[in-house]
Structure formats: C-alpha cells, structure tokens
C-alpha cells in the first residue's frame, strides 16, 4: 500500500477557492481504481493549510491518480491558491492494522 500525507499552505485571500479545488479533487479521487481512501481537512492550529491523506493500493494506482484530469487540474491551478511550497510525504506500508481506542 501506498499512503502520502500532503500538507499546503494557502494564500487566505484565496482560501475558498483553495477548499473547492480540495473538495473536488477528494470527490473525483475516491471514484478511483485503486484508491483505497482519499481525504483532506484544514489543520486545526492553522485554518490555512489543508493536509491530504491518500491510501493507494499500489504504486499503479498512484500513478493513474496523477495522470487523472481532477489532479491535473489542481497541479495547474494550485500556484494561484499557494503560500509557500507544499510538503508531501510518501510512504510505502507492508501492513496496516486498525488500533481500538
């Protein structure tokens, strides 16, 4: 499995806009093959940057999600929503277990 974690910090003039292009983005992506879950959320010590959370099958599927017109519409358009440089973090898990709380 792959999972990244992606966190952006957005320009709070363009904010709203920034919140659409996620919102469509993790609509479009969780109809995709391959991809086992797909979320975004505004950081709560920080109402400027939205964090993704992405869990791929495989290594196929993340690259069928980059090639998709949804995230290339957010590569083009989200030099205009930024504040600084995005941080992504890919990792590649063996197992994955799900803890009771």
């Not at 998709?68 to 941080?87: C, I, K, T």
């Amino acid at each position: 499995m792959i999972v990244l974690h992606a966190s952006f910090p957005i320009d709070p003039e363009h904010r709203e806009d920034a919140l659409d292009l996620a919102e469509h983005l993790v609509e479009q992506s969780n109809r995709e093959d391959g991809v086992i879950d797909y979320r975004a959320a505004v950081d709560v010590q920080d109402d400027n940057t939205i964090r993704f959370f992405e869990q791929y099958e495989d290594e196929a599927a993340l690259e069928a999600h980059e090639d998709s017109d949804h995230f290339q519409r957010l590569e083009a358009e989200l030099p205009d929503v930024l504040a600084g440089e995005p941080d992504v973090r890919k990792f590649e898990v063996s197992d994955a277990t799900e803890l009771e709380l």
